[in-house]
């Protein structure tokens, strides 16, 4: 049940190893652009005496510059500390600060407010454990706020401060109150939270952030300090442990200790356990840090542990109880949220960063778009900056992790794109599927090797890319003639041949297109499994899906050929006429037309068709070939 207050009884607090006395709290400060995060933030700092007196001073001297306040003190300039962000007076990193009172120590996220930098305001929130959602009070809950609020949710955060600023523009009204949070609670009764608390307050001037205001005696609850000091967070069960291993060091003789950290949980010395992607299991022997040994090592410690037997263990395992360990799939559905400006493409290769695991990870299915204000699932073939939706994911390998819901440490993850290095989204690991678990790889007597010997060749992918009338088509033929006539056994995949029947119901889009060239990678590969010199003609735009065919296939296996023809030399051969109907507006989609063509950028043969013949680009390719032993001579 939400309650509208965080009840507080004693003003007690528990006590933290990582603080001593005082326990700690992680927030996260968060809402619409303009709301007043930093004002409100850098007054709390402020007013806890947690800035010195030359950083008042210097303060001052920024107001005068920078400020907003018409000459009085601008708190907001003591976390936006870009140059940027001071003369455009918004917040465009996160800024993380420290401050304290009596009772708590606290570090506090302030994230931005525009939309562009969602990722920043996720990254604050990941380790929060409660956030302060700001709202204009003249404006209500906006679209960004409902935004923030769901992504909270999805990111575990359980409890949540409602900072209702700016009060002094609606005339301290108690019914514009009241009117904001009652249709905050009624959005926000879907979203999970533990707690909600409502205070009503004017950062700029400091009423009910740090004392209660006089200008709203209506109000008689608790002031944002009071609310932070005083409220209960903590997980709603223990966790079992969870140790990230991070490497392995060899120490004298034959030892071996790993080295990591206890993510959540504790692990004791002499507890039985298992490495959870092998299933190998074993004891922990000891537990030792710079301190020396430890009997047991707690969420939160960087510790060495050593097993008392050689198993195989590397980075990105993890070490669990034996009788709770993670869960292992290579296949999962997760809530993704989208950073990129250019869209999730399913279908498309990204890294995955999931705790100290690195893999290569695709999304297999958008099963649903989430609409922000309401939660609704509706359909959608791509997910755009921002949104959010519950997609099928999977890994080139098993990884071993926990529902989100469950474990905040082993159950999130990050999409990086592979081309840029960009971080691209951020997931939250619902469950693996039973797919995952039913489907196993079977092995035969009869493998590539021994195909290959049978035919006496060297199987591969030759992968010929380039634009539309390009001449990809044309020179895969002669190649093809050449390699049939030195008894090469071959077979040649061509675009629009495989549209024809197996991509028949793919169009032409982004989305279509990463598809289409997933499904003849995957057609390729098995026919080099067979022991086949695939030859495969296909404009695949995007380089990204071309390394994704070269991982798959394997060391050696893929021939990356780059058919280099002009755009105008393609435009005037415009064999199929697609060229002519994408400029005059009958079609749409068309490479380089209006949708773009990405050219390898180290291709393993370039042939370039304006200075040589069709013939003679075969030629080319078959020395190549011979000097890769694909073929003799």
């Known amino acids: 049940m939400l309650n509208k207050v965080i009840a507080v009884e004693t003003g007690q607090v528990s006590s933290s190893p990582l603080t001593g006395e005082r326990a700690l709290l992680r927030f996260v400060a968060c809402g619409s652009v303009d709301d007043g995060k930093s004002t409100l933030i850098g007054r709390l ?171 709203m005696p209506w109000y008689k609850g608790p002031t944002i300090l009071e609310q932070l000091e005083r409220a209960e967070v903590g997980p709603d069960r223990q966790q079992p442990a969870r140790f990230l291993v991070q490497s392995v060091i060899r120490r004298e003789g034959d030892l071996r200790c790993y080295a990591g950290v206890v993510a959540s949980g504790s692990l004791a010395a002499g507890e039985p356990v298992v490495v959870a992607r092998s299933g190998r299991v074993s004891r922990v022997s000891r537990i030792f840090s710079f301190d020396g040994d430890l009997d047991r090592a707690h969420a939160g410690e960087a510790v060495n542990v050593e097993l008392v037997d050689h198993i195989d263990v590397g980075r990105g395992d993890i070490i669990a109880p034996k009788d ?102 951020a997931g939250m690991i619902s469950f693996s599927l039973r797919r995952a678990h039913n489907v196993q790889r079977q092995s035969y007597k009869i493998d590539q090797a021994a195909r290959a010997r049978m035919k006496q060749q060297r199987p591969c992918i ?90 798959r296939a394997g060391v050696g296996q893929f021939i990356e050929v780059f058919v280099d023809t002009p755009l105008e030399i393609c435009v005037q051969r415009d064999p199929k006429g697609l060229y002519a109907k994408g400029r005059t507006g009958r079609a749409a989609h068309i490479t380089g037309i209006d949708s773009p063509y990405e050219p390898p950028e180290s291709p393993d043969i370039h042939i370039s068709t304006s200075e040589h013949t069709a013939e003679e680009a075969a030629d080319e390719v078959i020395h190549r070939l011979e000097q890769a032993g694909i073929t003799r001579r």
């Open 462 to 551: 030759v992968w010929f890319t380039g634009l539309s009338g390009a001449g990809k088509s044309t020179i895969m033929n002669l190649v093809e003639q050449r390699l049939h006539g030195r008894g090469v056994h071959t077979y040649a995949l061509d675009g629009d041949n495989l549209r024809l029947g197996l991509n028949r119901d793919l169009g032409f889009t982004d989305a279509d297109r990463v598809e289409n060239v997933r499904r003849a990678g995957e057609v390729a590969r098995l026919m080099v499994d067979a022991g086949l010199v695939v030859l495969c003609a296909f404009i695949s735009p995007f380089r990204a899906e071309r390394e994704m065919i070269r991982e």
């Open 45 to 215: 700092i402020a007013e806890t005496g947690s800035v010195s007196d030359d950083q008042m001073a210097a303060l001052g001297r920024a107001s005068a510059r920078y400020g907003s306040t018409g000459g009085d003190v601008d708190y907001s300039l003591l976390l936006d500390g870009l140059e940027a962000e001071r003369e455009q007076g918004i917040t465009i990193d996160v800024a993380y600060r420290y401050f304290s009172t009596p009772l708590r120590t606290f570090i506090v996220a302030d994230t931005p407010g525009h939309e562009q930098y969602t990722r920043n305001m996720v990254t604050g929130a990941s380790n929060a454990d409660l956030a302060l959602l700001l709202v204009d009070a003249r404006l209500g809950l906006s679209r960004q706020t409902m935004r923030h609020a769901r992504i909270l949710a999805l990111l575990g955060v359980r409890h949540l401060l409602l900072a209702i600023n700016k009060m002094d523009l609606v005339d301290f009204g108690q019914k514009t109150f009241s009117a904001v949070e009652d249709g905050f609670l009624r959005f926000s009764g879907q979203l999970g939270f533990a707690t909600v608390a409502a205070v009503p307050i004017c950062a700029r001037d400091g009423d009910n952030v740090t004392r209660s205001s006089a200008r």
């Open 324 to 425: 709770a360990p993670p869960d292992v799939a290579d296949q999962f559905m997760a809530h993704l949220v989208w950073f990129d400006e250019h869209p999730l493409l399913p279908g498309r290769s990204y890294a995955m960063r999931i705790g100290t695991q690195a893999v290569i990870a695709t999304v297999t299915a958008i099963k649903h778009l989430q609409e922000i204000e309401t939660g609704l699932h509706v359909s959608g073939r791509l997910l755009e900056l921002n949104e959010i939706a519950v997609c099928n994911l999977a890994t080139t390998m098993p990884i071993a992790f926990d529902a989100y819901a469950d474990n905040r440490h082993t159950g999130g993850f990050i999409l990086i794109d592979r081309e840029t290095a960009a971080t691209a989204g």
